[in-house]
């Protein structure tokens, strides 16, 4: 179990272009989340899949962002045309069955700065 | 929609007192709790979570806390805190059934231990 892994760590982009993360869960699990933090707010969800389905949505996820798990392992978010605003941390967890029976592993993160 | 807060934004107690951070939460059905700790730059570690049966939780570095459904409340306890305490505090309330897997946060309780 190597924990649940992002990649890159930082980030800096100008605004308007395009960015794209990475999330490598623990293996067994077959949910994995996105979450977007800002500063002094806590995590916020963003979209989750169940293997390589995408479930669910937030609004807060909006036609700019773009997350896929093609084959039910790693996942990637995309942003495009990135605006000030997006500069967060998004962090991805993963988990064995539903989170709320079990809770989510977190990784360390993707801190984004849009200059 | 469920929702949590953290009342308290910044806590300072002295290494070797006792700690309590408050966490309210509302949710219409029966909730599912958790308290995640975040060092900085760091992803979150779960702590402990609460899903039914015995309202005094267990969790790991010597944490517990209690769920009190009269008040809504899911309180974080320490007997006695280290300086490797010092860090974010989340409490987060889980969605359940419909579809929704996704755990809904407080802002965070920021914890400083003074010597």
């Known amino acids: 179990d190597t924990g649940v892994s992002q990649d890159p760590r930082h980030k800096i982009t100008k605004r308007g272009q395009n960015v794209t993360f990475r999330c490598d869960p623990i293996?067994?699990?077959?949910?994995l989340y996105w979450y977007r933090q800002t500063l002094g707010q806590g995590p916020e969800f963003l979209t989750y899949?169940?293997?390589?389905?995408?479930?669910?949505k937030s609004r807060l996820l909006s036609d700019r962002f773009s997350a896929e798990r093609p084959k039910g392992s790693f996942s990637t978010l995309e942003i495009q045309r990135t605006e000030q605003g997006d500069s967060a941390m998004y962090l991805c967890?993963?988990?064995?069955?539903?989170?709320?029976?079990?809770?989510?592993?977190f990784g360390s993160g993707t801190r984004l700065t849009v200059v | 929609a469920q929702s949590v807060t953290q009342p308290d934004i910044h806590i300072t107690v002295s290494e070797g007192a006792s700690l309590e951070l408050r966490c309210n939460y509302s949710?219409?059905?029966?909730?599912?709790l958790f308290w995640y700790v975040q060092s900085p730059g760091q992803g979150l570690q779960l702590l402990l979570k609460?899903?039914?049966?015995d309202t005094l939780v267990q969790g790991i570095k010597g944490f517990e806390a209690e769920f009190k459904r009269s008040q809504s409340s899911f309180n974080l306890r320490k007997p006695s805190v280290h300086w490797s305490d010092a860090a974010e505090y989340f409490c987060?309330?889980?969605?359940w059934g419909g579809g929704a897997d996704g755990l809904t946060f407080g802002k965070g309780t920021h914890l400083i231990i003074q010597p």
């Open positions: 967890a993963s988990s064995r069955g539903g989170a709320t029976n079990y809770g989510y592993t």
């Open positions: 293996s067994e699990h077959n949910r």
């Open positions: 899949f169940q293997n390589e389905a995408q479930l669910e």
């Open positions: 949710y219409g059905a029966t909730p599912y």
């Open positions: 609460y899903f039914s049966g």
């Open positions: 987060a309330v889980g969605a």
